[in-house]
Antibody, heavy 124, light 111 residues
Framework: QITLRESGPTLVKPTQTLTLTCTFS??????????VAWIRQPPGKALEWLAL???????RYNPFLKTRLTITKDTSKNQVVLTMTNLDPVDTGTYYC????????????????WGQGTLVTVSS | QPVLTQPPSVSGAPGQRVTISCTGS?????????VHWYQHLPETAPKLLIY???NRPSGVPDRFSGSKSGTSASLAITGLRAEDEAIYYC???????????FGGGTKVTVL
């Protein structure tokens, strides 16, 4: 059974850097055709895809946020970390990590398992 | 502004059929990329409802069905039940953005 859980600060000040950790079980990110993505949802707004990391360390970023995002993995710990720099109040929202798998371009595939999400508030 | 367009809300009486549209463009759905659907209840993780346009994961009732044509896709819910009240999102891949894109979400209300 695949599970994912997000963790990180609940309150961040503007201009600071946010670091979120996704701890997962039920699969290995060293297995081919596996990936973990980050998705966020501002209050009352739609879901927004942020980043994806592949089993082979290939990475994809939302082009509108690319300069602020870094996604990394620690296969031995079954963790994926997302860092976002220069936080702004508009970055407030619930951040989810999710599992993707499949052949070819992972981004084509569905998010079949999600974490419960973690609410991040950006405020001074 | 979400890349994929969904109606903000739809409603129906118990037992009725409702459909939710998801309109894209030639850089996503119209390019042939698959569409996936999620059900999102408050304070819970989104749940995969339909993948690859028409397929239901194990455990999803056959009251939920998906279709795709041209630059659009649709989710249909038949035999509407109170527990179906949720927000539904479509998702696909966009060639120009080189990544996943979502619709704005549709709130389903059971009257």
């Amino acid at each position: 059974q695949i599970t994912l859980r997000e963790s990180g600060p609940t309150l961040v000040k503007p201009t600071q850097t946010l670091t979120l950790t996704c701890t997962f079980s039920g699969f290995s990110l060293s297995t081919s055709e596996m990936g973990v993505a980050w998705i966020r949802q501002p209050p009352g707004k739609a879901l927004e895809w942020l980043a994806l990391i592949y089993w082979d360390d290939d990475r994809r970023y939302n082009p509108f946020l690319k300069t602020r995002l870094t996604i990394t993995k620690d296969t031995s710990k079954n963790q994926v970390v997302l860092t976002m720099t220069n936080l702004d109040p508009v970055d407030t929202g619930t951040y989810y990590c999710a599992h993707q798998s499949g052949s070819g371009e992972l981004s084509l595939h569905e998010f079949d398992y999600w974490g419960q999400g973690t609410l991040v508030t950006v405020s001074s | 502004q979400p890349v994929l367009t969904q109606p903000p809300s739809v409603s129906g009486a118990p037992g009725q059929r409702v459909t939710i549209s998801c309109t894209g463009s030639s850089s996503n759905i119209g390019r042939g990329y698959d569409v996936h659907w999620y059900q999102h209840l408050p304070e819970t993780a989104p749940k995969l409802l339909i993948y690859d346009n028409t397929n239901r994961p194990s455990g999803v009732p056959d009251r939920f069905s998906g279709s795709k044509s041209g630059t659009s896709a649709s989710l249909a819910i038949t035999g509407l039940r109170a527990e179906d009240e949720a927000i539904y999102y479509c998702q696909s891949y966009d060639y120009d953005l080189s990544g996943s894109v979502f619709g704005g979400g549709t709130k389903v209300t059971v009257l």
